[in-house]
Nanobody, 125 residues
Framework: QVRLRESGGGLVQAGGSLRLSCAAS????????MGWFRRQAPGKEREFVS?????????TNVDSVKGRFTISRDNAKNTVDLQMNSLEPEDTAVYYC?????????????????WGQGTQVTVSS
């Protein structure tokens, strides 16, 4: 069982930065791949943003955030962060942290067994 809690969301102007953090409980955090997804509007599907493998050796990002967002993890602290730079109004969404016990950086939501409650990011123009 893994419990996830996101933090760091908020309101920022276009071009600004935010750093999201996800704190995980559980003794086997090191075995899990971690992902970030977002839902841009109620009723829309969650879309993949970024993922990192269990040891941090592999990361993957959706094309729309490449060069702007960076995912990282600290297995000693059971945390995974998403540094978001050059934010655009289109990045406005609820961002969710997720954990996958297979350990690989998957890009589809069905791969992930555990989810946080989400944190709101709003980017004003």
């Amino acid at each position: 069982q893994v419990r996830l809690r996101e933090s760091g969301g908020g309101l920022v102007q276009a071009g600004g930065s935010l750093r999201l953090s996800c704190a995980a409980s559980g003794r086997t955090f090191n075995n899990y791949a971690m992902g970030w997804f977002r839902r841009q509007a109620p009723g829309k599907e969650r879309e993949f943003v970024s993922a990192i493998s269990w040891g941090g050796q592999t990361t993957t990002n959706v094309d729309s955030v490449k060069g702007r967002f960076t995912i990282s993890r600290d297995n000693a602290k059971n945390t995974v962060d998403l540094q978001m730079n050059s934010l655009e109004p289109e990045d406005t969404a609820v961002y969710y942290c997720a954990a996958d016990n297979r350990g690989v950086a998957a890009m589809y939501s069905g791969a992930y067994q555990y989810w946080g409650q989400g944190t709101q990011v709003t980017v004003s123009s």
